[in-house]
Every structure is written in C-alpha cells, then in structure tokens.
C-alpha cells in the first residue's frame, strides 16, 4: 500500500519567514496529493491541493510543489504569522481511489 | 450546512466498558471515514464505507471494535470491551465520489482509565 513520510516533525520559524514541509510517497498511482492544517481541539481542514499533472498551485501565502519523478512534495508557508501555528498533514490518494494516506504531521510553531 | 457532526466530544470510560462513537456525514456524500488519532501512530484509518458498505476494514486493530451504518446520515464506531490502549482522538471524516478533499468532524476524545 501507500506509504507518506513527513519531515520535520516540528519546525519553528519567526513571524514572516518562510516555513517549507516535505513529502515523499511510495505509490507511483498516487495522483492527487491534499495537505491539511489541524489547529488544537479541532479535525484536520483541508488548505489546498495538488493534481499530478501540475507541478504547483498557489494559494495566496501557500504553495505546493510536486515532483513527480522523484515522488516528492512539498508545502511552502510564506510571511509566516502566528495563526499560521498547527499541525500539518501531507497525503495522497491513489488513482481510482477514495482512501487517503496521511505522512505523521508536522507541528509548526510561529514565534511572534 | 453544519459539517461532520460527531458525538460525544469528550469520553472518559473504565476499562472493560462498551463504548459507542456516533457520526453525522454531510448531506450528499456517499463516503465515511474513521480514523485514530495517537501522538506515536498519527492518523489511523480504521474502516471505511460508500454508500453505507463497509469498503475496508483492514485498520480495525482487532475485534473488539466494530463500526456500522445503518444509513446515509448516521454511523457508530464500538469498542467492547474497551482497553487503556484505545485512549485516542477518534475521527470521523466525509467524502462524495469525485471530491477527494475530506471534511472532517472535531472528533471524540476517549480515555479508558
């Protein structure tokens, strides 16, 4: 089955810097790779995704990346603030399927 | 609409007790996901269903738990009996074909001491 590995598990940054999460996945059917932010007491929420046949997607201060070849993919927080601070998921979900595969989480810290 | 609604928020049981998790899936979508939550393990899936068929249920740790839907807009998670070990965060998340971002609910808390 599909395997994602999540690096680093914390990462602390200072408010407007930039904070970079990376990926990798297993499953070369993967196609469709979600990120989602999880704040304290509350369930992941979905922030932004990416398709294989694109190589990044922006959304305001978020971007991802993928690369496929090399089964990577990246999360990219730019101007940091500290509502920026949770816990981040990467995942993907193969071809023809419904069931997502969650990395373990990244805990970002933004300090004022 | 109110989202994935799931109950209790919190649970604090002793151990050897039956536990019941309750979801509510949003209105129109045709898949439900339960997933665990541990610090050591990250997000779990345990089972999950379309169109209230059990797809897969290869994450169900053991028999002790077992997950239902008996319709479109609600489904139970059980854990008879329940051990210190079962101590997670339970999600339960929603989907409809062709939209592959879940929603997730706020999820249930367990504690058996």
């Known amino acids: 089955g599909e395997n994602v590995e999540q690096h680093p598990s914390t990462l602390s940054v200072q408010e407007g810097d930039s904070a970079v999460i990376k990926c990798t996945y297993s499953d070369s059917a993967s196609n469709y790779f979600p990120w989602y932010k999880q704040e304290l007491g509350k369930g992941p929420q979905l922030i932004i995704d990416?398709?294989?046949?694109?190589g990044e997607k922006k959304d305001q201060r978020i971007a991802v990346t993928l690369n496929k070849t090399a089964k990577h993919f990246s999360l990219h927080i730019t101007e940091t603030q500290p509502e920026d601070s949770a816990v981040y998921f990467c995942?993907?979900?193969?071809?023809?399927?419904?069931?997502?595969?969650f990395g373990i989480g990244t805990k970002l810290q933004v300090i004022p | 609409d109110a989202g994935v609604i799931q109950s209790p928020r919190h649970e604090v049981t002793e151990m050897g007790q039956e536990v019941t998790l309750r979801c509510k899936p949003i209105?129109?979508?045709?898949?439900l996901f339960w997933y665990r939550q541990t610090m050591m393990r990250g997000l779990e899936l345990l089972i999950y269903f379309n169109n209230n068929v059990p797809i897969d249920d290869s994450g169900m740790p053991e028999d002790r738990f077992s997950a239902k839907m008996p319709n479109a807009s609600f489904s139970t998670l059980k854990i008879q009996p329940s051990e210190p070990r079962d101590s997670a965060v339970y999600f339960c998340?929603?989907?409809?074909?062709?939209?592959?971002?879940?929603?997730f609910g706020s999820g249930t808390r367990l504690t058996v001491v």
């Open positions: 990416i398709r294989s046949n694109v």
């Open positions: 209105s129109g979508h045709d898949y």
């Open positions: 995942a993907a979900v193969r071809k023809g399927y419904q069931k997502v595969t």
């Open positions: 998340a929603s989907s409809r074909q062709g939209l592959h971002g879940y929603t």
